[in-house]
């Protein structure tokens, strides 16, 4: 049998007792916390709404294989639009947010930190912070942090959104079994809900998955999942496969309590959702607006956006009054 870690709560000093307001432009800031590796601390950053409940909701956010800072340079300390756009968003709904950064702090001595956030396919350090053991242990250590400091809500109230490689390592952190045995977990996942943004779902993530043999893994979410994809991007085909997987073995359909929900969009590549701004979309594309090959990335980055947002508010929440 396997039990999932889950880090004990430890009690905080803050009392959140007003209701959620608009988040400002000055309820960010950038820190660092404790890894899961003795010594190692993590960067991050820490979006707040101005009028936390009590207990708050939360989300975890995991960066692509890029990092997650403008420019790949951390000294810059202005995060991806795509982050900040999401932690602004977030935080003005309610939402405790953390963003972790799993490169930086991990920079082996004597190396460039700006290089080390290059670890995509080709690069250098590709894949050197491990997005299946490593980032999904971030994401454990990011969540006891927010229990430790904000007493978010542990009861579905911590939700996880990834891009790229830090949607690979949530897909993990929600599976219902372990990565190299189809036996389910006996205690309950420590994650409401999550959204991923175009992952890899190739061999490497494990769950038994044979891409050169009929042989179709065992992952499936043990709490509801969102999955978004572009047609276009060379990692759909396999994703495409765990969806089908999932669905027609493990009975993950949309609607059920454990349900997978897979969006992809025609003719969009990887990274769609990557915009000119922290601006976060208030409604869909129109009939017209989809219509326009020019705007395919925008609808589907609105689309995306539109719907991941109301997955979050109906299933991430502050507890019952």
Not at 81 to 91: P, R, T, Y
Not at 281 to 307: G, I, L, Q, W, Y
């Amino acid at each position: 049998m396997h039990t999932r870690i889950v880090l004990p709560v430890v009690a905080a000093t803050l009392a959140w007792i007003a209701a959620p307001a608009r988040a400002q432009a000055d309820t960010y800031t950038n820190i660092s916390f404790d890894s899961l590796t003795p010594g190692l601390q993590l960067d991050g950053r820490l979006y707040l709404p101005d009028s936390p409940v009590e207990n708050p909701p939360a989300i975890i956010m995991a960066h692509g294989c890029s990092g997650m800072w403008s420019y790949n340079d951390p000294s810059t300390e202005v995060a991806q639009l795509h982050i900040e756009k999401w932690g602004i968003e977030l935080a003005a709904q309610g939402y405790v947010v953390l963003a972790v950064d799993s490169f930086t702090t991990r920079t082996p001595t004597g190396e460039d930190e700006v290089e080390f956030q290059n670890q995509c396919s080709g690069d250098d350090w590709e894949g050197e912070v491990d997005p299946y053991t490593k980032r999904v242990d971030d994401l454990a250590a990011a969540r006891a942090f927010l229990i430790d400091e904000y007493e978010v809500n542990t009861a579905g109230g911590i939700g996880l959104l990834g891009w790229s490689q830090g949607a690979q390592a949530v897909l993990v952190a929600m599976a219902a079994t372990p990565r190299t045995s189809n036996v389910a977990y006996t205690t309950e996942l420590p994650w409401a809900a999550a959204t991923a943004f175009y992952p890899g779902c190739g061999s490497l993530l494990g769950y038994g998955l044979k891409i050169t043999q009929p042989i179709d893994g065992y992952w499936r979410p043990a709490n509801p999942v969102r999955l978004h994809m572009g047609e276009a991007d060379s990692l759909h085909g396999h994703c495409k496969r765990r969806v089908d997987n999932a669905w027609d073995v493990y009975d993950a359909d949309p609607g059920t309590a454990d349900e997978l929900v897979w969006r992809p969009y025609p003719f969009v590549g990887h990274s769609f959702d990557r915009g000119d701004d922290t601006t976060f979309p208030t409604s869909k594309c129109s009939p017209e607006e989809a219509a326009d090959t020019t705007r395919r990335a925008e609808c589907a980055m609105r689309d995306a956006d539109v719907d991941s947002l109301a997955f979050f508010l109906a299933r991430v929440q502050a507890p019952a009054t």
